[in-house]
């Protein structure tokens, strides 16, 4: 039994853990019309709880929530300008709408910090020992 490494408390368990898939350029092949470049892959599990899991989902919900709500109100108030100024929709407007949904965003990484996780501060994936190790060998992430 291992523990969960996001809080270091919990028993993890396997359907809360996280697969993170690492690639590797590896040789290349050539033959007369086509130049393969081969890669590596492996995928390293992250031991989770059940606690944890549940943290990042919550977190991962507020985001897309906060994200499409501050889109609508940008659109709301570029439209709203337009109406109180007749004429074309123009560079204004779309600065406003511009300005609401930074606002948005601004005001939602603000709340986030106030939603109660269980996992510890500054639990970085790519931190995870055995990633860390694969890392400084030369693996990469498919998200860098
Ligand atoms: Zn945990």
Redesign the pocket.
Known sequence: MS????????V?NAG?SKKVILYKKGGVTATRRLITQHYQTIDVTIT??????E?YDRINRFTAVALTLSSLAGVLAAILIDLLNPGYFGLAEICIGIMVLALGIYLSRLLIKKIPV??LKGKDPMKYPEIAEKLADGWKDYKS
């Open positions: 523990t969960c490494w996001y809080c270091e408390k919990n993890a809360s989770g709880c059940l606690l944890c899991k943290s269980h996992f």
